[in-house]
């Protein structure tokens, strides 16, 4: 299923797809994340901002609004 980063639940996979933002896919592609790349999400903050996300070994913390640029693909 097709969803925004910021739409899975913690504890939850995912492989990234596409990014909607250009800017945002030059930074997440220096730090390793790719499309095609397995991402899970670690932990959400209590207001949902920030969220920790697991990828190409290691931990990212991204805000939310990153989060809603990055389409994936849920592992279910």
Known sequence: MIKKLSEIKS???ATI???E???LFIKLM???CLPGE???VEQIAPLKDPISVSVAGYIL???LEEAE???VE???
């Open 11 to 13: 504890g939850k996979s």
């Open 17 to 19: 797809r596409s990014f």
């Open 21 to 23: 933002n250009d800017e």
């Open 30 to 32: 220096e730090m390793g």
């Open 38 to 40: 397995k991402i899970t």
């Open 61 to 63: 913390s991204l805000r």
């Open 69 to 71: 640029n990055i389409v």
């Open 74 to 76: 849920e592992i279910i």
